[in-house]
């Protein structure tokens, strides 16, 4: 079996700096009153757990990983550390080390960001965290991307909660809404920071709501709200569809409302994906992705499109690693989404 | 169970949604001016671009030129590309936010052209759905202000259906009297609470940052007074002339037109003590406070305290630069400064006998805005001459550009024996957030559209920068100074270094 010697991959670290300034002819690390040559920037540890199997969906995933990382790092420079997980073979860990840079735009200055790459075998996940936690960058917060969500299960994958300050996961592609969502219910319950971007999703579509909301004559109505209804593609209901409902109850009992919540599943292949929430009560209310990221919200039949940034990974991780303190609006939603798809709330399924 | 946010609406998510703005239409007088084609249009199609801004947001530029609306949005779209900074145009994003903005040809002194905006309000207000909330930004000369406030209140468009604010850009009087009368004439019309003084200073990030850097870290306000600090320095120099300002120039002065307004709110901000809440109200208080402690000098104390100068010709690299008084629209025996130097106490005992010297200038080495701490030097140097001549600790804010903060300290040369030498710990915005940070423009406006005054200037700061500022006024007027008496391209006058060695203090070099 292969290791990884930590010191070396930060021998390796300091080697990659200097030689990129020698490349820059300014032996500056920092900004100061320096306006050009590079900077080395880093304001946290990504650590990014990615599938690394044969074919070619894994090649694309593993390609649109890394055009987010790299978009990401203009606005969260960071360490980041790549792990690529293979699905068998020995147990093995390798590393080697890397740099982006990129010039923002009107400065003469290029900021470089560190990468590491780690490949592992899955049977070696239980040392990744060993390995991590040396290669850190000291005294900033460590966030972890776990992209594939099977992950997730694994008693392995334990290792990585006493180091990170955050855990992304995204459960948008489970099939099993109800155990996804109880397993994150559960972690969360046990005082784990963990995030899922298929609530991350549902930002800019709340946001909406919550808009309308502000009109002060919807408002007025808002405890006249009887009823929720939910409607998404796919074999089976997303697990958005629970989030969205969970949350919108909530929110409506806070105000004196208690409606009652249906999902209308409208069939057809592939995932599920939220499509229609009509909010009925007084006025009418119904929010509707058209296409892409188009929305149309209707109040009583007045319509109004909006649209909104894709829903691109590094849109949602950007949302998030905005966000290192506690949640306490998804914390509280997602035992009722847990719930509601498990049916052991009134209303579900 | 969620917690309902102040504003009632069960929905918001504030850890998450960006800030809502209402809707509402902008009026801008003085429309064709260069504020609004270099700061205020940009920053609007930010806005925009930024989703930002609401669906029905809408803009009318009035000014005395004849233009159709077509003509308007032309003429703003290119000023749009050709100012926008740090960011690209792009050109669906305008086609949606020009549908918005519309033109009338007007005179501040003719009342038909506030009922003429009535009528074009109301409008706006129907098809656009604005909920009659209106924010009117004065861009035009400072002598226009009081009537163009006059003539909204005349025309009955100072109340509406929503809420009407009135933005007022810096000069805010050319002295206390001054001052007092411009307020009382904006009073007659809008409540100070819908008057919002803008200084662009305050919208700086850097300048925001210094109350989350101050009040957010338990580090350094233990250190922030008179026993650790020996002195602050406050530099703002701009390494252009008065480009083409010439006349109005003539008239400000670097004192009026730097120290009064943006500088000694820095000072404030620096200095200030912390507020008990984010309130505008309570951090306004706060500033205020600090202002109105600002030791007011006599005359005597202005001589020894204050340093004015104005730059004269010199080669700078391979350039000929012209003197002030040779620049196009000066008088050639100009007097005004082109170069203010001050140093300021805080009567209050947290800064007690703490000088702080402020310098703004004109045709200085470089653009630079700074703010620097000096602390004090250790009470005693174990290290003798192997300190190399130990400097004390400098913390610098910088406000631009680089924006960031540095703190330098003593740090042991490697090798043998025990040599220091001073190193830098850095902080820069660029590279910790990367992005673009919003211009001062963008923040400021965002924030008087939802009614958020903490970045402005109330009436009582405004008059107690100039009770501060006035008694040098005073004697520089009556003064004969020997101008010019620093060249394009120098650190200002000696008179600026003399000013600090009489308290064993140098200017630093940013």
């Known amino acids: 079996m292969s290791a990884i010697v930590p010191q070396k991959v930060l021998h390796d670290l300091a080697g990659l700096w200097a030689g990129i300034d020698r490349q820059a002819g300014d032996g500056s690390e920092t900004a100061g009153d320096s306006s050009t040559g590079v900077l080395r920037a880093c304001t946290m540890t990504l650590v990014v757990l990615l599938d690394d199997q044969p074919g070619v969906e894994s090649a694309a995933a593993e390609q649109y990983a890394g055009e987010a990382i790299a978009l990401l790092m203009r606005e969260h420079p960071s360490r980041t550390i790549v792990v690529h997980l293979r699905p068998s073979g020995d147990p093995s860990l390798e590393a080697r080390v890397s740099a982006q840079c990129w010039m923002p735009f009107g400065k003469t200055q290029q900021i470089c960001c560190e990468q590491i790459d780690i490949t592992a075998t899955e049977a070696a996940l239980g040392d990744v965290p060993g390995v991590v936690l040396p290669l850190a960058a000291p005294d900033l917060p460590l966030v972890v991307w776990c992209r594939p969500i099977r992950l997730f299960g694994l008693p392995a994958f334990a290792g990585f909660y006493p180091l990170a300050g955050k855990v992304i996961l995204d459960s948008g592609d489970c099939p099993d809404a109800a155990a996804a969502l109880t397993n994150l219910a559960s972690a969360i319950a046990s005082g784990k920071r963990v995030c899922d971007l298929a609530w991350t999703r549902l930002t800019r579509r709340r946001e909406l709501i919550a808009q309308i909301f502000e009109n002060p004559v919807y408002l007025s109505q808002v405890s006249t709200i009887t009823g929720v209804k939910i409607r998404s593609t796919g074999s089976a209901i997303p697990v958005s569809a629970y989030y969205l409902a969970a949350w919108l109850r909530q929110c409506l009992e806070s105000a004196g409302a208690h409606p009652t919540l249906e999902f209308v599943s409208e069939g057809g292949a592939g995932r599920g994906e939220l499509a229609v929430v009509e909010i009925n009560g007084r006025n009418q209310v119904e929010v509707e992705l058209v296409e892409g990221a188009v929305f149309e919200a209707r109040v009583d039949g007045l319509a109004h499109r909006t649209s909104l940034p894709a829903f691109t990974d590094h849109a949602l991780l950007r949302e998030e690693l905005g966000l290192m303190g506690r949640d306490p609006v998804y914390e509280a939603t997602v035992g009722l989404a847990a719930k509601l798809a498990s049916g052991l709330e009134p209303g579900a399924r | ?510």
């Open chain 2, 1 to 510: 169970m969620l917690e309902v946010m102040s504003s009632g609406n069960p929905f918001q998510d504030p850890i998450r949604f960006e800030r809502r703005v209402p809707e509402c239409t902008v009026v801008i007088f003085g429309a064709n001016g260069d504020l609004t084609k270099r700061k205020l249009l940009p920053a609007l199609y930010r806005l925009a671009y930024e989703q930002r801004l609401s669906p029905g947001f809408a803009v009318v530029g009035i000014s005395r030129t004849q233009m159709t609306d077509d003509r308007f949005r032309e003429n703003m779209r290119e000023s749009v590309a050709k100012y926008l900074e740090d960011a690209p145009f792009d050109e669906e994003v305008w086609t949606g936010f020009a549908t918005g903005l519309f033109y009338m040809a007007g005179d501040v002194n003719d009342p038909a052209s506030y009922q003429g905006l009535a009528t074009r309000l109301r409008d706006i207000e129907e098809t656009r759905h604005t909920g009659g909330n209106v924010l009117f930004y004065l861009s035009t000369q400072p002598s226009q202000y009081a009537a163009a406030a006059r003539g909204i209140g005349g025309a009955g468009i100072a109340k509406g259906n929503g809420w009407r604010r009135l933005v007022v850009e810096k000069p805010f009087g050319h002295d206390l009297e001054s001052a007092r009368s411009l307020s009382a004439a904006l009073h007659e019309v809008f409540d100070e609470r819908d008057v919002y003084r803008i200084d662009h200073y305050l919208g700086k990030e850097t300048v925001q940052n210094i109350l989350a850097f101050r009040f957010g870290n338990g580090i350094f306000e233990p250190l922030w007074n008179r026993r650790y600090i020996t002195h602050v320095q406050i530099t703002a120099a701009e390494s252009i002339g008065v480009e083409g300002r010439g006349s109005y120039y003539q008239e400000a002065g670097s004192l009026r037109d730097m120290i009064q307004n943006h500088l000694l709110q820095v000072m404030a901000t620096i200095a200030m003590e912390p507020s008990a809440t984010f309130h505008p109200g309570s951090v306004r208080d706060e500033r205020s406070k600090l202002l109105r402690s600002i030791h007011v000098m006599k005359p005597d104390e202005v001589a020894l305290n204050t340093v004015a100068g104005q730059y004269g010709p010199a080669r700078v690299g391979a350039t000929s630069l012209p003197g002030f008084r040779e620049e196009p629209g000066v008088d050639p025996a100009s007097r005004t400064d082109t170069y203010a130097a001050a140093t300021f106490f805080v009567d209050n005992w947290r800064w007690a006998g703490v000088p702080f010297y402020i310098r703004t200038g004109k045709r200085l080495p470089k653009r630079v805005s700074e703010i620097a701490i000096q602390f004090n030097a250790p009470p005693h140097d174990m290290f003798d001459a192997n300190g190399g001549g130990a400097r004390p600790n400098l913390l610098i804010v910088r406000i631009q550009p680089e924006e960031g903060i540095s703190l330098k300290f003593l740090s042991k040369q490697p090798g043998s024996g025990m040599k220091l030498r001073p190193v830098s710990m850095d902080f820069n915005y660029g590279s910790s957030f990367g992005g673009r940070s919003p211009s001062a423009y963008e923040t400021l406006l965002l924030d008087a559209i939802a009614g958020d005054a903490t970045l402005y200037t109330r009436q009582d700061m405004v008059e107690a920068s100039w009770a501060a500022v006035e008694p040098i006024a005073a004697v520089w007027s009556e003064r004969q100074f020997d101008f010019p008496n620093y060249p394009c391209g120098g650190w200002g006058p000696n008179a600026a270094d003399e000013m600090l060695a009489r308290r064993g203090h140098v200017w630093r070099t940013p």
